[in-house]
T-cell receptor, first 115, second 108 residues
Framework: DSGVTQTPKHLITATGQRVTLRCSPRSGDLSVYWYQQSLDQGLQFLIQYYNGEERAKGNILERFSAQQFPDLHSELNLSSLELGDSALYFC??????????????FGQGTRLTVV | GQNIDQPTEMTATEGAIVQINCTYQTSGFNGLFWYQQHAGEAPTFLSYNVLDGLEEKGRFSSFLSRSKGYSYLLLKELQMKDSASYLCAGAGSYQLTFGKGTKLSVIP
């Protein structure tokens, strides 16, 4: 158990809908990262928050948004869903601001299926 | 930005040694990570190199050459449970950038 909790584990929804994925980082970790992993694809970095502030953005679509709350949990909002958004969405947390210097601990992921 | 390259697939025999290579191009380099990921599961941390040289941890070792933008993960005494994807990740200023992973199949 990495200490990072993601909910829900599975989500099935229709095209055009909006969903919210939730992540609770390890106790004490201030950095939260969101990744998307499509079938046979690598982990695509979406966005990073550190102590409530957005710190880095990757290949995140405009239909997607995220935030980190004062209690440090984070939510990833996906709207106007398309079939191609079906993927595993991972959250990771770290006690470091920068990408290096400390390992990132991953949650078990949310498997999103858009039908 | 960062660019990470690693082979797509490898096959090795149980009990053997396998080396998985990774080349990277990055700005703001803050180290190189290796993660293991079984299908449908979360990646788990294996190793971290920030200085040149070899880091050994049990059956797994990782090497880094910053001047060459090159790293490898060495797995010894392969076991069937080592069948998984191995992800090379470069640490930048604010993020980890992952390669697409090398799918390792261990055969009897």
């Amino acid at each position: 158990d990495s200490g990072v909790t993601q909910t829900p584990k599975h989500l099935i929804t229709a095209t055009g809908q909006r969903v919210t994925l939730r992540c609770s980082p390890r106790s004490g970790d201030l950095s939260v990262y969101w990744y998307q992993q499509s079938l046979d694809q690598g982990l695509q970095f979406l966005i990073q928050y550190y102590n409530g502030e957005e710190r880095a953005k990757g290949n995140i679509l405009e239909r997607f948004s995220a935030q980190q709350f004062p209690d440090l949990h984070s939510e990833l909002n996906l709207s106007s869903l398309e079939l191609g958004d079906s993927a595993l969405y991972f959250c990771a947390s770290s006690d470091k601001l920068t990408g290096g210097g400390g390992e990132a601990f991953f949650g078990q992921g949310t498997r999103l299926t858009v039908v | 930005g960062q660019n990470i390259d690693q082979p797509t697939e490898m096959t090795a025999t149980e009990g053997a040694i396998v080396q998985i290579n990774c080349t990277y191009q990055t700005s703001g380099f803050n180290g190189l990570f290796w993660y293991q990921q079984h299908a449908g599961e979360a990646p788990t941390f294996l190793s971290y190199n920030v200085l040149d040289g070899l880091e050994e941890k049990g059956r797994f070792s990782s090497f880094l050459s910053r001047s060459k933008g090159y790293s490898y993960l060495l797995l010894k005494e392969l076991q069937m449970k080592d069948s998984a994807s191995y992800l090379c990740a470069g640490a930048g200023s604010y993020q980890l950038t992952f390669g697409k992973g090398t799918k390792l199949s261990v055969i009897p």
